[in-house]
């Protein structure tokens, strides 16, 4: 488990972009704090795990829910749909559909 959490905060932080000193100055601590994860020299508390999480701007379920490897894309993606209505879900929904069938 320890090692899923290392990987992946790697692998939503190489997602966003950024570096790990980037990364560990926009939460808020030394510029090694991310390193130290990444490499298996410390883990992050809870705290700092809900921190992350936001800072990736997914929760805690999405961290952990590795079938998206850009699981903040899916969120805004989910929120977009959240403010149309029911004919206009249906028609993208109809679209996906389509689209999967060519993949």
């Known amino acids: 488990m320890e090692q899923f959490v ?38 992050p508390s809870m705290n700092e795990f809900f921190s992350i999480c936001e800072y990736f701007g997914i929760s805690p379920h999405e961290f952990f829910d590795t079938g998206h490897n850009n699981p903040a894309l899916i969120a805004k993606v989910v929120d977009e749909l959240k403010e149309l209505n029911d004919d206009d879900i249906l028609m993208i929904l109809t679209f996906i559909k389509r689209l999967n069938r060519h993949n």
């Open 6 to 43: 290392r990987d992946r905060i790697t692998q939503l932080r190489l997602a966003k972009g950024v570096s790990e000193y980037q990364m560990s100055y926009d939460l808020g601590h030394s510029r090694g704090y991310i390193y130290n994860i990444s490499s298996g020299k410390s883990l």
